[in-house]
């Protein structure tokens, strides 16, 4: 059996370091954004940011064993992998030690896999970890932290060296336009730090960074006011296609090069109607949001061809993050997304997702007004 082991020395006691572990808004500060809690025999979601390494899609999560403050195990599933993971805490003289230990079936490549993920790992719970166990403690947002001591070959981090602040010199009594545009500057910084305070204290969607510079995620829901509640069949979970995070957008034209988008509904065959649900996904930062769309099949034959019709808050150009499954056309505030390739054919009980993702300079707490599927409203999650 495949192991990856990472222990890690904190400074910190264990029943603050349990709630880094188990709680969602501390987890999307240092881990991923996920719906996670210690609740045995439960199944959550977790969406790693694009550029993460080894992550590089969304997983499940099944919590098999909880002790509080000691231990807590899980089931890390998807398409390729199957792995054990647990998180086990124990007291030592500096406060706790931290062992991850992960183990079972990483992949074809498992060796590159368990590579990928250590790199990761010793970000996330080396870096990302202490400076949010730190924050917690002090209870405040800027960032720091405490350095931690890994027992594996983890480079220490440096020390950051203090600059000297810029000597700048009194504007004159009579120079207004300097102090105009001082109080400008202010103004702008107060904006930027306010919204970043709010995303991290209040409660509002936010993302753990990741080790590259793409944009970072936050988990959001998206409710559409006025929508029908689905068949329970409509649960069915089915296999998103490859591709759906980290592609190449094409701000402002259809997901595919050369494509000709469809704008028309696609025609809907007699029997049980396609479903879907959305969630919305805010981007820290600069602000934006992704829409992320599952179109589902509850019937029991398979569904050629479907269209899902968005409705975005602006009138702003939108990217499509899923060019290997839709392309689209925007008209204004709404966007007609329609699928490509193996895309177009959802098998029965299937499932098909994409997302489209909406830009915008501060744009926390938007999302989508409504959403359809050849007609039909589709639900929040």
Known sequence: MTELRLDVDLSHPRA????????????????????????????????????????????????????????????????????????????????????????????????????????????????????ALDRLASGEVDLGGVRADLHTAIPRRRETVPLEPARVPPPSGGSKRLRLLSLAGAVVLVVLISTAVAVVIGGGPGGAPDVDTEPV???????????????????????????????????GTSG?????????????????????NYRTIALLGLGGFDTEVTVRNPGTTP??????????????????????????????????????????????GGSVTFIIRFPALLALGQAVTACTVDGTACTGS
């Open 16 to 131: 603050r370091v349990w709630r880094a572990l188990t709680e969602q808004r501390l987890l999307r500060e240092w881990f991923v954004p996920t719906d996670l809690t210690p609740n045995a025999g439960e199944t959550f979601r977790a969406f790693p940011p694009p550029g993460l390494a080894g992550l590089t899609t969304p997983f499940d999560l099944d919590v098999v064993e909880v002790a509080a403050q000691e231990r807590l195990g899980m089931h890390w599933r998807d398409d390729h992998t199957h792995t054990e993971v647990t998180w086990s805490l124990a007291d030592n003289e500096a406060g706790c030690r931290l062992t991850v230990l992960q183990s079972g079936f990483f992949g074809v490549d498992g060796t590159q896999r368990r590579r990928e993920l250590r790199r990761s790992y010793q970000f996330m719970f080396g870096d990302q970890l202490p400076a």
């Open 217 to 251: 995620y936050g988990l959001g829901s998206g409710v559409q006011p006025g929508a029908v509640a689905t068949d329970p069949a409509a649960t069915a979970s089915g296999t998103p296609l490859p591709g759906v995070a980290g592609e190449t957008p094409q701000p």
């Open 256 to 276: 595919s090069p050369g494509a000709s988008p469809v704008a028309e509904a696609t025609a809907t065959p007699a029997g049980q109607p396609l479903t879907a």
């Open 303 to 348: 569904r050629e061809g479907w269209t899902v019709v968005l409705t975005m808050p602006a009138d702003r150009a939108v990217e499509n993050r899923s060019t290997a499954a839709v392309n689209f056309t925007q008209e204004g505030t709404k966007v007609t997304v329609t699928p490509v390739g193996p895309a177009r054919s959802v098998s029965a």
